[in-house]
């Protein structure tokens, strides 16, 4: 693995990923809507301080819209099965456009943080 992306709720899971895998060489980036009006829930908003992501190197954001986080939810279970939510598809969509740019040949892993249950009345299933 030569990088990892996450959509920035609190922090947590991406604080803890890069205080753990920096050290081993992996490249840590942040996931961020690419404006106030998105559907992503758990995140995005914002703020200047994250408590977690003190002590975090990262080595930059990437930012997606709401459109390409449901896209990219709707391709992952089309093509592999998986039900997730906005910020899954913020994360592939994300894993996306670095491998074809600066992570490009290398291996970016992303996790599949929330289901798709809770978005069935939205329009990402509706």
Not at 53 to 65: F, K, N
Not at 71 to 83: N, Q, V
Request: hydrophobic content about 45%; aromatic content about 8%; charged content about 15%.
């Amino acid at each position: 693995m030569s990088a990892f992306c996450d959509f920035v709720g609190s922090g947590g899971t991406l604080g803890g990923a890069a205080r753990f895998l920096t050290p081993r060489g992996v490249r840590i980036y942040a996931v961020q809507p690419d404006n106030p009006a998105h559907p992503i829930q758990g995140g995005g908003y914002a703020m200047a301080h994250l408590a977690q992501l003190d002590g975090a190197e990262l080595a930059g954001t990437v930012t997606v819209s709401g459109a390409e986080a449901a896209g990219h939810a709707r391709l992952l279970a089309r093509t592999e099965g998986i039900f997730g939510g906005y910020s899954t598809g913020a994360n592939l969509a994300a894993a996306v456009r670095l491998l074809q740019g600066s992570e490009k040949g290398g291996v970016v892993a992303f996790l599949v943080c929330d289901s798709g249950l809770k978005y069935l009345s939205t329009d990402l299933w509706g």
